[in-house]
């Protein structure tokens, strides 16, 4: 069973950056084939895919937020961390991880963690 | 980007009765050397993550009653929900994975008539 789990702050202060891990089981990422993502929701509004990283270190940003996001993963705790610099009230959002396989969807999501922006 | 265009953007549907949701993309998502749709359809609860219910346009996820059902090729998909239940009132959205960035429709809520 894969399961997926955000974490980190729920409020940051405009050009601060922000940092949130996913704690995932149920896969590997030494696996090549095995993929997690970052996908966002603003309050209300529709989903919005921020990033992914492969078990084999390709990583793909969403162009308009490449200048401001770094994907990492750390294989020998199972983690994955997106970081995101600048925040601005805009960025207010629930941020969700999630796992999928080869190029396949993204199939097992995280709960989210919400992260508003203010000062 | 692929932009992915879902409609309706809400509907009303009778107990029992079918739902149907479009959803259109920009450009085609099918990989011709395989012959596969890259489109999937999610159901979002509210307060709850994206479940994913469709993969491949048409391949149903394991555990998703047979009332859901997908269609369509290259740029045109459908969403089927035959005999509607309360608890299929949801946001259903739409998402393209043939290239990155992946993207999403704008989403359609299903509500009981």
């Known amino acids: 069973q894969i399961t997926l789990k955000e974490s980190g702050p729920t409020l940051v202060k405009p050009s601060q950056t922000l940092t949130l891990t996913c704690t995932f089981s149920g896969f590997s990422l030494r696996n090549s084939g095995e993929g997690v993502g970052w996908i966002r929701q603003p309050p209300g509004k529709a989903l919005e895919w921020l990033a992914l990283i492969y078990g084999s270190d390709d990583m793909r940003y969403r162009p308009s937020l490449k200048s401001r996001l770094t994907i990492t993963k750390d294989t020998s705790i199972d983690q994955v961390v997106l970081t995101m610099t600048s925040m601005d009230p805009v960025d207010t959002a629930t941020y969700y991880c999630a796992h999928f396989y080869n190029w396949n969807c993204e199939d097992s999501w995280g709960q989210g963690t919400l992260v508003t922006v203010s000062s | 980007d692929i932009v992915m265009t879902q409609s309706p953007d809400s509907l009303a549907v009778s107990l029992g009765a079918r739902a149907t949701i479009n959803c259109r993309s920009s450009?085609?998502?099918?990989?011709?050397?395989?012959?596969?749709?890259?489109l999937a359809w999610y159901q979002q609860k509210p307060g709850q993550p994206p479940k994913l219910l469709i993969s491949w346009a048409s391949t149903r996820e394991s555990g998703v009653p047979d009332r859901f059902s997908g269609s369509g090729s290259g740029t045109d998909f459908t969403l089927t929900i035959n005999s509607l239940q309360a608890d299929d009132v949801a946001v259903y959205y739409c998402?393209?994975?043939?290239?990155?960035?992946?993207?999403f429709g704008q989403g359609t809520k299903l509500e009981i008539k």
């Open positions: 998402q393209q994975y043939y290239t990155t960035p992946r993207t």
């Open positions: 450009q085609s998502v099918l990989y011709r050397s395989n012959n596969n749709n890259y």
